[in-house]
């Protein structure tokens, strides 16, 4: 059973991929496209910050390419 663990913060909405099932896909929590972080064509998102610990990304910071919402991923595997 996995459900969705999102939360408002800061300004940016916040979403964790492990709680995520499937593609990793969600939709916008502002105006609901779907956007896939595999997507890395930056159509659907565009990134403006990552985080990278230890050589290994730990937070994606990204704004949805029809709205511009600010939303933060974390959770890579
Ligand atoms: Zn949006």
């Not at 059973?1 to 999102?6: C, D, L, Q, S, T």
């Not at 909405?13 to 709680?19: E, G, M, Q, W």
């Amino acid at each position: 059973m996995m459900m969705k663990n999102v939360e408002e913060k800061d300004s940016a909405f916040r979403i964790n991929l492990v709680t995520i099932e499937g593609s990793g896909s969600f939709p916008c929590p502002k105006c609901g496209m779907t956007i896939s972080p595999e997507d890395e064509t930056e159509e659907n998102y565009k990134v403006k910050d990552t985080k990278v610990v230890n050589e290994e990304l730990v937070e994606l910071v990204i704004a949805c390419g029809k709205c511009g919402r600010t939303i933060k991923i974390t959770g890579f595997q």
